[in-house]
């Protein structure tokens, strides 16, 4: 079974940065895309950034010149660095992969269980 678990949410002041990290685990072959969402209180999930294996990028405009996202196959991990933070950047972030290749299944995506960014002003 495929696992997707956040790190290093937590509580920043306007303007500064923050690392979220992602590891998947589960006897992993390969992961097609990794990526961020996230879920600001009172609405829907949306896509902040992905990353395919080759290293193809797409970011939310929202985010764009802001945020980094970047990952490390060998380890199946994702990134997410973000800079100069907004107070509408708060929310929960969720990792999510895309057609991953276990050695025992093939799963459609899969999602962590999220972890709280909050963005003070």
């Known amino acids: 079974q495929v696992q997707l678990v956040e790190f290093g949410g937590g509580v920043v002041q306007a303007g500064e940065s923050l690392r979220v990290s992602c590891a998947a685990s589960?006897?992993?072959?390969?992961?097609?895309?990794m990526g961020w969402y996230r879920q600001a209180l009172g609405k829907g999930r949306e896509l902040v950034a992905e990353?395919?294996?080759?290293?193809?990028?797409n970011i939310s405009d929202s985010v764009k010149g802001r945020f980094t996202i970047s990952r490390d196959n060998a380890k199946n991990m994702v990134y997410l660095e973000m800079n100069s933070l907004k107070p509408e950047d708060t929310g929960r972030y969720y990792c999510?992969?895309?057609?991953?290749?276990?050695?025992?299944?093939?799963?459609?995506?899969?999602w962590g269980p999220g972890t709280l960014v909050t963005v003070s002003s």
């Open positions: 999510h992969a895309k057609e991953v290749i276990t050695s025992l299944h093939r799963y459609l995506e899969a």
């Open positions: 990353i395919a294996s080759g290293g193809d990028r």
């Open positions: 589960g006897n992993i072959l390969s992961i097609d895309a």
